[in-house]
Structure formats: C-alpha cells, structure tokens
C-alpha cells in the first residue's frame, strides 16, 4: 500500500483537502497543470457575495497547507492507470506517479461564447465575458469599450451556455446569477454614470446573501433587471451592440443599444477530468460531469477504491462549496486510508 | 379437344378481379386529378415521342430497374428477375399457346396452364432447334430466372446487408399474406409442370423434365391426380396473389406503370392531395431503400421514415408525430428507386393538420403599425445588389459580417433588407404547412425586394433560396452567396491570397438536394483550399440535424443526428468545416472538435488586407478593430 495520496488539481477544492489532510498528518502530493495553485480563483478579482478579495482566500488556502503537502506545479496528467494496489499517473512531461488513493479536484472549464454565434462573442468586439471582466477588474482597469471609451450603458447576459438546451447544456451554472449582480454592482461603483441592463430567465438567489445582493444591485445601484432571454446582437457601425430580446413581464419585444456586453458564461465539464475519466472508466452525468459513487451519502467517493472526487469535477459549485467539499474529501480520504491499514 | 378444367378457376376469377380493381383504381385516380393535369395526359398521349419515353422508362425501371442496380447489383438482379423474367414468362407463354392452338386469340389462363393441356413427346432429335422445343427450353430458362430471383428474395430476408440494407421495412399481416402467395407461386409452378412432365414422361424442358424424369425414379407414381393437385395449388396461390394484390404493396406493380405516364405528361406534385398523391402512394413498393438513408436511424427513430409515412397515407391513418416527424432533407426522395416526391407528400399532410386558428400576419400589408416596429418598413434604399441574410443568419454574425467585407471589397453597390428587423422568408411556416401565412410574409419581402430596384438578390440562406427561387416568382436574378462569390471571384473582383489546408465540405439540404447547387461551393472552396474526401457528399451528403423541417424531435435527437453526419464529415481528418448554410454552421459548432465555417468566412479570411465595411455601406480600411 502507497502512503502517499496524490491530488490531481491543485484549484481550492484540491487545496483545501490537501490542507486538511496534512493537518491531520497525512502525506499529499498536489499536480497543477498551471505555474500557480489556485485554479479559476486566480483569475477573480473580489468573490460574491460579500465582495471580499479572492486573492485573500487564496492566501488562506495557501498557508494551511501545512508542511506535509507538496505542490508541483506546472505539470500536466495525461492518463492514470490502475494498477494492483493502486494507480499509476502518467504525467505529459514524463514523470510517473503511483499512489494508493487519488483525489481528482480537476475543476471545471468555461463555456466557450463563441459557441453561441449569435451573441456575436469574437466577433464584435465590444462583447467580453465575465470572466474578461474579472481580469479588467483585477488588473485594476478601468472598464472601457474597445474603443477605449467609457461605456454609458452595459448588458449583461445571464444563462449563456447554462441552460440552453441548442448548445448541450440543460443543467444551471448556479454561480452565475449572482456573479452577474455583483459584477452589475462593481460596474456601478467604477462607473457611476454608467446604466446597466441585465437581461435574465430567472435569478436564482439561492444563497446566504444573494437575495440581499440583489436587492442592493436593484435598490441601491439602480441596476434594470430585464426577464428576457438574449436572441441576437448586432453591431451599429460605431461598434455599439443592439440587443434584440423580449421583455417577457411586458411581452413586448425589445431592442436596445448598448455599448459593452458581458456575457456570463456559465461552466462546462473540464477538458481534464474527460480525458481522465477515459483512462479510468469513471462514470459520468449526462451533463458530462463526473459522478460519486452516491450523490446523496456518498458524494466525495467513486466506485473505484481509492478514487475519490472533490469540487466542481462533479458540477458547478461557488467558492464556498468548494472548499467544503475539498474538506469533506479529506474525512473520506483519511477513513478509506485508515481501513486499509487495518486490513494490511 | 376443349382446353378447360375446374382448376383455372381461382386464377381466372383472380385475374378478372385484379384487373377490374387496377381499372377501378387508375380511373378514379384520373378522374381526381386537376384540369390541367388532365389536359397534360391527353396531350401527351397525342405526341408519339412522349409516350415512347414513357414506355422506355416503364421498361428501364419496372422490369429491369435500373435505378435499384444503380443502388445495390444483388438487389437490382432480384427485383429484375422477378419483374422481367415474370413478364418474359407471360409474353413467351403467350407465343408458346399460339403455336399449340395455332390462333391469336386464347383464353388468359391457357398459356398459364399451357404444361397441363399439352404433353406430346417430340419426335426430333435435337428439340431444341425445333418451335416447341425452343419455347420449352425458353420457358424453363425463363421460369429458372424468376427462381434464383425467389432465391434472392429468401436470403434477403435473414441477410439484408448483402444487399446494401442494413434495415428492411416492417411487414404488416396482409404484406406476409400476399408475400406467401407469391413466394409459392414459381415454386408451385415448377413442380405442377415438372410431375406432369414425369408422369407423362414429355412435354417438359431441361429443367422440368429432368425434375420430372427424377421424382419418377425416386417415387415412382401412377396416380394422375398428383400432378393435378399441384395445377389446382398453382392456380389457387396465383388466384389468392392477384386478388390480395390491390389491397398490398404489390399494388406498386401496375401503378407504378401509370405514374410514369403521369410523369412523363409533365404531372408534378401539388399542394393537395390529387390523383397523382394517389399513384405516388401506390407505387411504393416498401423495398425499404428509403429507411437505411434517413437521418432519423441515428437518433433511433424508426417509425417515421418515408415508406412507413407512404404506408400510414395509403391505410388513411398516420399520427401527427409522424407526419411532423421528417427533417425534409431530401435523402430518401434522392434515393427512392420509384422517384416518388416523399418531401411534397410529407407536406401535404401537414397543410392538411392546420387548423383555422394560426397567426395572421395580414397586417404586414397594410400600412397601419402592427405588433411590432419594423424598421423595415421603409422603402429600401435603391442598389444594384439586393443581399437577404435571413434569420438564421443572424444566429451567426460572422457570416453577415464577411458578406459584407466581400461586397464592399468588390465595390458592390449593395443593399441588406433585413440588417435592422427582418421579416421571414416563409420557409419555416411553409413546411409547416401554413402556406397562407407564408405569403403573407412573402408578399411583404417580395415589395421590398423590387423596391431597391435590384437586379440580383444574394442570400446567405439556403433556406430563404430555395424558397425565393421556388415560390416567390420575383423578376430579378437569385443566388446563393456561394454562387454570388464565384462569379466575383471568376470577375476577378475578389483577390484571394490566403489558401486553407484539408477542408471537409458539407452540402446544405436546401441548397444541394433542394436546389441542386453542389458545383459553385466547391469550386469556390477549390480557389481558396485543398477540399478533402467525404464519404457521403453532394446527392448523398448528411443532413446535419439542425433541420427547421421537423418539428417533433428532441434537441437529444437532433444532437445524435448531428455527430453521427460529422462522423463522416471528419473522417478524412480536415482542418475546418465548410458549409455553407447558416443553419448547418451553428448545429455542427457545437458538437464539432474542428472550426466550422462559412464558405464567405474562408473566403474573407482569405482576402489580403479586407476593407472593413460598416453595416450602413460607408467603407473604411481596417484598422485597429478588425480582427
């Protein structure tokens, strides 16, 4: 039996196992594809819903975990095999791994906008992402159109590849609806002058504090929450965007110039975990994300002994959840190493 | 001697009724068709011309068929043999009597039962140079064709794939009825003929009597009723054949002789059902060619397609689902050996599923603001080029945009008639059957088109083409961009710089099928890149799923239907996707692991240094925003 456990993803559902467990003295190795832990977080500038800095709970991460836990970065895994007694990783670069207990916390990927065409996302300049907006933020910019102007009216689009049935993705992100609001709310500090309209199927506030965000974003900030599904952008020669949608509380169709849009683009099962899942034979939801051996009691366990999931690798999930699930993954992980050390 | 016998009875009376009930049938079909489809029949049937096509036609497809060799060799040699060597059979029987009762005029179940009147023993050496002794070897030859093709017939049923079928259409009780009767048919015959030829020890050819000399050697028998049980079994299976005949799919036999009359009268199929629906119905033999071409298979849809719509039509029940059921690509009518319109039957049903009750878009005529602003509305400005993106380009900005590099680059004086609100071309509402909304749509983009005072109209919609050129009666020039973009580029009004590697093209269903444009994409794409193979394309290409044709699949269906044509699209390994077909670009995008792209994409990425073109025609060159 290998002592060491190995982690493939070193983002803060990986972290925060890792962490727990050397807390509670087990030795963890941590594989991260980037030149830094901390995954899509890295890429965040403050954190809904109480618009704290995300880089702060990185640091938090980064500091407990512990000097049992080794973090190598900057390699990429490209099959696991098992093997008897464990699981051999075979990483892209050449380096080979064998471990008893494996933890994919491989994350998530971004919905790619270009997929929906008619957003006219990488087509017209002037539609960015949420998560270019992140960096803007981040990188302490200022919001700007592309023609370097400050925008006087920004939209903002809920839903986009979560949700929609023509691009293959039924389930709910769950993270956009909220970073949507606090994205509408940060716009409106940076820019006061600045109107947005966010454009909606329904908003799902479902956490502690999301509804009073959005009450603030409405009441406080005067963002325009419009219920209507996007259907088409166009582009005015001054690379202004019209939106062409319908407000469905009035049931009239609506079009509006606008001179930035985000889109908020929800998530999709990481390019990682796909590959991993060939070589392992783990079973995955018809979202393509991958499955626990039970959703309800088992959640952090696979069907393979020693395999065990943490994090958005199972569907979307906030920054929260994440952490707690990478703890959670720790308790299973230290009960499945306990009982083979009985058994042995 | 008077050559009759209680046993011809079954296949007289049969044969009395089939032809009454075929009669019965092409009258009222006639008689139902429109006046002026009538007036084309009795036209035709005054041009000697015409009507030796015709006959030429009913020979190539109803006896040889031609079009099933074309499809699968084995599968054309089996229908051929029972066709050809039947109606041999009949013709040389027929020659056969004449010689025997030395008169033109016989009663029509003599040279079937020709065998049972006549066993004389021939007399010369070498029978077969001699008039009997030939029509006896003919006639066994003959009767040995129709057998292997019988033979065919019975290994298709367990080894379809042989015969280029994965799947065969579903039988119903009175097809296994009629099937039967016809399977005993040749089997009856050659052993009536072959104990008759024993026991008379004569009258047989090569194959029957040879039969015949061996049953007498390996049971001897005396008793004549042996063999004249088996003219009484022959009899009776062709007598039960023809009298289910009208009532199974083995009607396709004589109405397929009429629908190619009706064809070659210039009878094409209408809006409503007519005679002419009739004939198509009826001409269906369910070979089932039609099942292993439909799209549907991919997402596990197997009863919907044609000969199962055809044969829902003919019973005068088919569910709604079904009739909505069909992407309306066009394969199974490209494929269908009999050439039956399966598109305008599909159609047909559901003009006829509308009810009263649908959207009236009447107010787009008058001058009174209707539900919702159009911009449109006002006149157009006046150009040269009239260009109609369509909706479902307007999914895909990318294609709009590089339209309008491309025009503005060939200095085109242009127009969009639907750059700010648009009004459908009418397509979608037409194939659901709604024709009266459709033109009120039609009749609103019809005014607009002529009040630029265009002379071309460019769509990038093969969906908006095909109806433009089908339906809309417009006195102006209409092309597809594909098309439009070849001649500039052949005008060498559109430098190309840049040249693509592997590119896999991917026919649109309107536009190929539809239209029948397979050569200007390709020749355009050949400027700009080094098309790769694909194995189904043009005439056979893949619908991609995305079809606005069909109403009652899930998004689920429409994905598997999606991969499975890109499985082929991809085979070769290309770097891009081309198409050329708003519709089909945004279905395979998302399922697609290479880029897909327009065809006027490619070719404004292959323009050195594009202009960068404003929606409202103003030019500029490019600069800092193009990307």
Known sequence: MYKNIIIVGGGIAGMAAAAALSEIGMEVTVLEREKLPGGHVRSWDRLFPTLRAAKEVLDFLNKSLGLLTEIICDIEVGSIVPTPGGYTIHCTNGDIFTTGCLVLATGYDLFDARKKEEYGFGIYENVITSADLEKIFREGNQVTTCGGQVPRRVGIIHCVGSRDEKVGNIYCSKVCCVTGVKQAIEIRQMLPDCEIFSFYMDLRMYDRHFEELYFEAQQKWNVNFIRGRLSECAENPDHSIILKTEDTLTGHPLKLTVDLVVLLVGFVPGSSARKITGSLGLLQGTDGFLLPADEHTAGNRTLLPGVFLAGAVKGPACVVDTIADGRATAVEVYRYMKHSEVAK | ?627
Request: some cysteine; aromatic content about 12%; proline content about 5%.
């Open chain 2, 1 to 627: 001697m008077i050559n009759f016998n209680l046993f011809v009875l079954p296949f007289f009376l049969g044969l009395i009724y089939v032809v009454f009930a075929i009669g019965r049938s092409w009258y009222r079909w006639i008689r139902s068709l429109p006046a002026s489809d009538k007036v084309r029949l009795t036209t035709m049937f005054r041009q000697p011309r015409q009507v030796l096509l015709a006959l030429g036609e009913v020979c190539t497809e109803a006896l040889l068929h031609r079009r099933m060799w074309k499809r699968n060799p084995l599968l054309g040699y089996m229908h051929m043999s029972f066709a050809l060597g039947w109606f041999l059979l009949i013709v040389c029987g027929n020659l056969e009597s004449r010689y025997y009762s030395g008169s033109h005029l016989n009663a029509p179940y003599y040279p079937i039962f020709l065998k049972f009147f006549i066993h004389d023993r021939l007399v010369i050496f070498f029978e077969v140079f001699s008039v009997p002794g030939f029509f006896r070897f003919l006639m066994d030859l003959l009767l040995l064709f129709v057998l292997s093709g019988l033979v065919l017939a019975m290994v298709k049923r367990k080894r379809s794939k042989w015969f280029g079928l994965k799947r065969t259409a579903e039988f119903q009780l009175t097809d296994v009825v009629s099937l039967t009767c016809l399977w005993l048919i040749f089997p009856m015959r050659l052993l009536a003929e072959s104990f008759t030829a024993g026991y008379y020890g004569s009258g047989g050819g090569f194959l029957t009597q040879s039969l015949g000399n061996l049953v007498m050697t390996v049971m001897p028998f005396t008793s004549e009723y042996i063999p004249y049980s088996m003219w009484w079994g022959y009899s009776l299976v062709l007598g039960l054949f023809f009298i289910t005949l009208p009532y199974t799919r083995y009607m396709h036999i004589p109405t397929e002789v009429l629908l190619i009359f009706f064809r070659h009268a210039g009878i094409r199929p209408k809006k409503w059902y007519s005679g002419f629906s009739d004939a198509e119905v009826l001409a269906c033999s369910r070979c089932g060619v039609c099942i292993d071409v439909c799209p549907l298979n991919e997402a596990g849809i197997v009863d919907a397609q044609a000969v199962y719509f055809i044969r829902g039509l003919r019973d005068q029940y088919v569910p709604e689902s079904v009739s909505r059921m069909c992407l309306l690509c066009g394969r199974c009518q490209e494929a269908c050996p009999v050439g039956l319109h399966t598109d305008s039957l599909r159609l047909i049903k559901r003009r006829e599923l509308v009810s009263g009750q649908e959207t009236d878009f009447s107010w787009l005529a008058s001058a009174a603001p209707g539900p919702v602003a159009l911009e449109t509305r006002h006149i157009p400005r006046q150009a040269e080029v009239a260009y109609f993106a369509g909706c479902m380009s307007h999914l895909t900005p990318a294609v709009i945009r590089s339209m309008r590099r491309i025009m503005d680059q060939a200095g085109i004086n242009w127009v969009q008639l639907d750059e700010d609100g648009s009004v459908c071309c009418g397509r979608p509402l037409m194939v659901a059957g709604k024709d009266t909304q459709a033109s009120q749509l039609m009749e609103f983009n019809k005014n607009q088109v002529l009040a630029t005072g265009a002379r071309l109209l460019v769509t990038s919609c093969p969906i908006c083409y095909r109806v433009f050129r089908e339906d809309y009666n417009l006195p102006v020039r209409i092309q597809h961009h594909s098309q439009f973009i070849l001649d500039l580029v052949k005008t060498g009004k559109i430098p190309l710089q840049a040249h693509f590697r592997k590119v896999a093209y991917h026919d649109p269903c309107d536009l190929g099928r539809g239209s029948g444009v397979y050569e200007a994409p390709r020749e355009l794409l050949t400027k700009i890149a080094d098309l790769v193979e694909v194995g189904q394309d043009a005439h056979n290409a893949q619908c991609c799923g995305g079809s606005l044709g069909i109403f009652t699949a899930t998004q689920e269906q429409r994905n598997d239907m999606a991969a499975a044509a890109l499985d082929v699209l991809l085979e070769n390994q290309p770097e891009v996707l081309a198409t050329a077909c708003p519709l089909c670009k945004k279905t395979f995008a998302k399922q697609s692991p290479v880029p897909v792209k327009d065809i006027a994409e490619l070719v404004c990425d292959a323009m050195p240094n594009p202009v960068y073109c404003s929606a409202s025609g103003q030019s500029r060159r490019a600069g800092s925003y193009a990307t």
